[in-house]
């Protein structure tokens, strides 16, 4: 099993940046995929970030290359998602999500963290 613990969150100004965390216990942290999704109010989860067991893989949605940019830290069992130039339409619960390296699937996620974007 493993467990995530997002934070981080907050209410921020279009424009501003914000670093979300998620702390990660259960299972040896660099076995795992780390993922960032978030859901909108009324919409689908969606993909954000991810990065691979090592760090050295980083994936992004279109709509937020260039500004965000996901990161761990494995002596820290940590993975960050920092958001840059943050838009309304980022405005979502932002949840952590790992998955083994042989897995296709997110298998644990965490219980999300929300970010809101005000104009």
């Known amino acids: 099993q493993v467990q995530l613990v997002e934070s981080g969150g907050g209410l921020v100004q279009a424009g501003d940046s914000l670093r979300l965390s998620c702390a990660a216990s259960g299972r040896t942290f660099s076995s795992l995929h780390m993922g960032w999704f978030r859901q909108a109010p009324g919409k689908a989860r969606d993909f954000v970030a991810a990065v691979r067991w090592d760090g050295d893989r980083t994936y992004y949605a279109d709509s937020v290359k260039g500004r965000f940019t996901i990161s761990r830290d494995n002596a820290k069992n940590t993975v960050y998602l920092q958001m840059n130039n943050l838009k309304r339409e980022d405005t979502a619960v932002y949840y952590c999500?790992?998955?083994?390296?042989?897995?296709?699937?997110?298998?644990?996620w965490g219980q999300g963290t929300q970010v809101t974007v005000s104009s």
């Open positions: 999500a790992a998955k083994l390296s042989t897995a296709t699937t997110y298998a644990y």
